[in-house]
């Protein structure tokens, strides 16, 4: 396994080799002969193919290559300093986990608005809308799979959950175990549930300000948001699951869910009702205000539709929108 300080050089060559300062494959095959026998067989297939992968980034527009080297660069400055720092204690708060999800996760949501501005000249004229929702839209995304990945992660030696919101609701992060039943680690799990859907919420209000004729842009959006929201309904019905697969969606919902959201994705008003439909009775808690250190006000939806800017997370709190 390589060391942080070893990830933090091979993230430096990464970005040279991004910006064409550095070749492809000696790069690959530096990192190569580093990786460990616990390295996933997809992981190694993707080194494999660093040459055939820039290269074709390298065929990009000018534009679109700036706007990659900028999100990788964001990424491995904040990424080297989280896994420099994990253990099983999580992180220190929710703020922390939200700059977390931001380097991981929002900042992809930042580059996909830009590129997503690059292509149509609709989607360039809703940018400052887009790009005020896309961290929010990283983090739904990301939050699902902190949960969805909680035990496996752990096997790992890290926690990416917020220690002080834990210890509000009475649960030390280090000590946790696989198959916790008792009501103190269900409750800060509704919680963090709850977190995960109202950035969701977001999400899907990002996905509405997509021209509809867009069709290609929404799916990519729908399809995300859907398999999230349905994966954050097994994590609520089984809080004492012990692995990813326990709550992990069936390909007969990932085929629904494809299909649903790419029969209604030009028409809003049937994406209310269907989104209304799945997220009705899902835990939602109420979101703290803006980050400076971030781009993006958080808003959460009223009951009329629209949005609001959130006066801020009081704990314990849970519940129904």
């Known amino acids: 396994m390589l060391s942080a300080s070893q990830k933090a050089i091979f993230h430096e060559q990464f970005l040279a080799v991004l910006k064409g300062e550095t070749k492809a494959q000696d ?10 026998e616990a390295t996933l067989p997809d992981e190694r297939e993707l080194m ?25 660069s964001i990424m491995c400055q ?25 380097y991981v996760a929002g900042v992809v949501g930042e580059m996909l608005t830009e590129l997503f501005c690059q292509h149509s000249r609709q989607i360039c004229e809703k940018r400052a809308d887009m790009l005020a929702l896309a961290p929010s839209f990283g983090e ?7 949960l969805k990945d909680l ?21 030390e992060l280090a000590g946790m175990t696989p198959g916790r039943r008792d009501a103190a680690f269900a409750a800060a799990l509704r919680y963090m549930i709850g977190i995960a859907h109202a950035h969701l919420h977001n999400a899907f209000r990002y996905t509405l300000t997509v021209p509809p004729q867009e069709t290609g842009i929404r799916r ?25 697969r326990q709550v992990k969606v069936s390909r007969r919902i990932v085929r629904a869910t494809i299909i649903g959201t790419s029969l ?5 008003w049937m994406l209310k009702l269907l989104f209304s439909g799945v997220t009705t ?6 979101l703290s205000g803006p980050d400076p250190e971030l781009s993006a006000w958080v808003t959460e939806p009223t009951a009329g539709g629209g949005s609001r800017v959130a006066s801020g997370s009081q704990l314990p709190r849970d519940g129904d929108e």
């Open 27 to 36: 790069f690959a095959k530096r990192i190569t002969s580093l990786l460990s």
């Open 48 to 72: 494999a193919n660093t040459s055939l992968i820039v290269r074709y980034t390298h065929s990009l527009a000018a534009p679109q290559r700036q706007v990659l080297v900028k999100c990788v």
């Open 78 to 102: 904040g990424m080297g300093w989280y896994q420099n720092n994990a253990s099983l204690k999580g992180l220190a708060d929710l703020g922390e986990v939200d700059r977390y999800c931001y």
């Open 140 to 146: 739904g995304l990301q939050l699902t799979n902190i």
């Open 151 to 171: 035990w496996e992660d752990r096997q790992h030696g890290v926690c990416w959950l917020p220690c002080k919101e834990f210890r509000e609701f009475g649960v």
């Open 220 to 244: 990519f959006c729908l399809w995300a948001i859907g398999l999230a929201v349905l994966t954050l309904w097994r994590i609520h019905a089984q809080p004492a699951y012990s692995s990813g």
């Open 264 to 268: 209604t994705a030009r028409h809003d």
């Open 281 to 286: 009775g899902l835990p939602f808690t109420q």
